[in-house]
């Protein structure tokens, strides 16, 4: 399968944590996406990268939150000192520049 | 913010037509609409877009009116794997925009 692959599904932690999930893209796609969605909400952006670059941040991605993209191709994203507000699906996407963007399956996250 | 307003909620029989509106009533000239959707526990799927022409492709047509204030896709014949939550997206041509979610219509296809 060569979409937009995700790790881990799931991921439950407790609250003061650190959590980091990693996104895969399709391979030749240099935009990368990350959004955050809860239960009822549409996904909301948090950030996206082209190449290494990380090009916009959301006002949603605290301090406590940072994302990577070291070379171009997988990303992390970490999530310190977790919150209960936390607990949301975790979805990447990627394009080729501007085009139509593929979603992973998400990494749904528990913080208990 | 999202730059359209969907209806929250659709119901649509098995094998007839869905219709899911989007009003878009203040999209500039650069601005394409893409549909996405979202079955439950997945992460959205793309479906169409379009500038000002109706598209169609394997899944749906879009049919944008004239001033290009509102949308319309079309599932030709839904069935009840078409459930799930349709997002109406207005997306700018160039640049280096990300996909902004609203919180879509949900179209349940019963039986």
């Known amino acids: 399968d060569t979409g937009v692959s995700q790790d881990p599904r799931h991921k439950i932690t407790k609250r003061g944590q650190n959590v980091t999930f990693r996104c895969d893209p399709i391979s030749e796609h240099n935009r990368l996406y990350w959004y955050r969605q809860t239960l009822g909400q549409g996904p909301e952006f948090l950030t996206y990268f082209q190449n290494e670059a990380q090009l916009e941040k959301s006002r949603l991605l605290s301090d406590r939150f940072s994302a990577e993209r070291p070379k171009g191709s997988f990303s992390t994203l970490e999530i310190q000192r977790t919150e209960q507000g936390d607990s949301a699906m975790y979805l990447c996407a990627s394009s080729l520049e501007q085009s139509r963007a593929f979603f992973g399956q998400g990494t749904r996250l528990t913080v208990v | 913010d999202a730059k359209t307003t969907q209806p929250p909620s659709m119901d649509c029989a098995e094998g007839r037509a869905a219709n899911l509106p989007c009003n878009h009533s203040?999209?500039?000239?650069?601005?394409?609409v893409y549909w996405y959707r979202q079955i439950h526990s997945q992460g959205p799927q793309y479906i169409i877009h379009g500038l000002k022409n109706n598209e169609t492709n394997e899944m749906a047509s879009l049919i944008i009116t004239e001033d290009r204030k509102s949308s319309t896709l079309i599932l030709p014949h839904a069935t009840l794997r078409d459930t799930a939550v349709y997002y109406c997206i207005v997306r700018s041509r160039g640049g280096n925009t990300p996909l902004v979610f609203g919180k879509g219509t949900r179209l349940s296809v019963i039986a």
């Open positions: 203040t999209i500039s000239g650069n601005e394409y």
